[in-house]
């Protein structure tokens, strides 16, 4: 049978990337997703904002929603400082399989837990399982009608502390319409937007970034 999309990028990372050199593995991925076959990676022109946000939240508890082949887990986690731990939710397992072998190729494996399952069911497990607290950085690239509950979640489940940074990626292609209205009309967290680029392509998209102020009252009127 034909291989799959995630199964070609990754042969295009043993191929081309170096290594333990995650910088290499990004390039490979940019490179095949540019010349070969277009892949819904954050990219390189968004994930160049997603560094900076990395860089200027400096987190020390990371989750990711939606790992599918492990593009910006490498990102953020080649960001991270040594003691460090990103956990990141894939619930399809081929996907997963192929994310750990692209995060592994970046010798990033031992910073990373590719945790297999919908993200419904493990948020509320996140805290027992891995003896946190909160998270200091979400970042928000699943199923799309999922940013919205997830967030609820997170809150319900005291996962977001005053100052956790919560960064979500195409809120204007494919768009998260009801994620976007939540969270800018909520007094319990200041949003920015930051206008780029559907990866690899000239369609507009945008990625929102939120920080929980800690639990206020109301809405924005
Ligand atoms: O659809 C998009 N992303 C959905 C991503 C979904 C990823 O997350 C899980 S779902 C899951 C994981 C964990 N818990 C619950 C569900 C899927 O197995 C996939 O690995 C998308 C689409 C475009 N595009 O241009 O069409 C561009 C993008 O940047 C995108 O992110
Ligand atoms: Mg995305």
Same mark, same amino acid.
């Given at each position: 049978t034909r291989t799959t999309r995630p199964q070609r990028l990754l042969r295009a990372v043993i191929i081309n990337a170096v290594r333990g050199d995650p910088d290499s593995v990004i390039r490979a991925i940019d490179h095949f997703c540019k010349h070969t076959e277009w892949a819904m990676?954050?990219?390189d022109e968004k994930g160049a904002i997603l560094d900076s946000v990395v860089m200027e939240t400096s987190p020390s508890t990371v989750l990711e929603l939606?790992?599918?082949? +492990?593009y910006s887990a490498v990102r953020i986690t080649r960001l991270l400082p040594p003691s460090t731990r990103l956990i990141t939710v894939e619930m399809n397992p081929d996907y997963a399989c192929v994310a750990r072998q692209v995060i592994q190729h970046a010798g990033l494996q031992d910073k990373v837990c590719v945790l297999e399952g919908q993200s419904a069911d493990l948020i509320p497990k996140m805290a027992e399982m891995? +003896?946190?607290?909160?998270?200091d950085f979400v970042f928000l690239d699943h199923w799309k009608d999922r940013y919205l509950p997830d967030i609820r979640l997170l809150e319900d489940c005291s996962?977001?502390?005053?100052g956790s940074v919560v960064l979500a990626d195409n809120v204007v292609c494919p768009g998260t319409p009801d994620y976007l209205n939540y969270i800018r009309s909520n007094l319990n967290y200041r949003s920015r937007f930051y206008q780029a680029h559907l990866e690899y392509t000239r369609v507009l998209d945008g990625l929102e970034k939120s920080e929980y102020l800690g639990c206020r009252q109301g809405k924005r009127q």
């Open positions: 990676n954050i990219g939606g790992t599918y082949c +492990g891995f +003896g946190i607290q909160t998270f996962l977001l502390a005053q």
